[in-house]
Nanobody
Framework: QAQLVDSGGGLVQAGGSLRLSCAASGRTFSNHTMGWFRQAPGKEREFVAG????????AYGDSVKGRFTISKDNAKNTVYLQMNSLKPEDTAVYYC?????????????????WGQGAQVTVSS
């Protein structure tokens, strides 16, 4: 069983940047796909970004392409989400997740364990 702890959320003005971190423990981290999702009030949880086990394959939701970057440090069992050029519509709770599949999927059902979430608020 894996445990994931999200951190790095906060309040930022539009156009600013934040970096989220997700520390994993409990299982081997380096062999698995990691993802970030977000959920705004009244909306479905949506895919933001994903990265495969060796970091060579990444995927992004259309609304964040070119602004967000996902990366992972297997030695630290940590995955990151660098968020630049933030917009008010990026406001949401952000969740990291781990999948035991080798392919980066965008569906939340493909992910097995989830972090507790980190609030990101972007003011206009």
């Amino acid at each position: 069983q894996a445990q994931l702890v999200d951190s790095g959320g906060g309040l930022v003005q539009a156009g600013g940047s934040l970096r989220l971190s997700c520390a994993a423990s409990g299982r081997t981290f380096s062999n698995h796909t990691m993802g970030w999702f977000r959920q705004a009030p009244g909306k479905e949880r949506e895919f933001v970004a994903g990265i495969n086990w060796n970091g060579e394959t990444t995927a992004y939701g259309d609304s964040v392409k070119g602004r967000f970057t996902i990366s992972k440090d297997n030695a630290k069992n940590t995955v990151y989400l660098q968020m630049n050029s933030l917009k008010p519509e990026d406001t949401a709770v952000y969740y990291c997740a781990i999948s035991y599949l080798s392919v980066v999927y965008t569906e939340k059902g493909a992910y097995d364990y989830w972090g507790q979430g980190a609030q990101v608020t972007v003011s206009s």
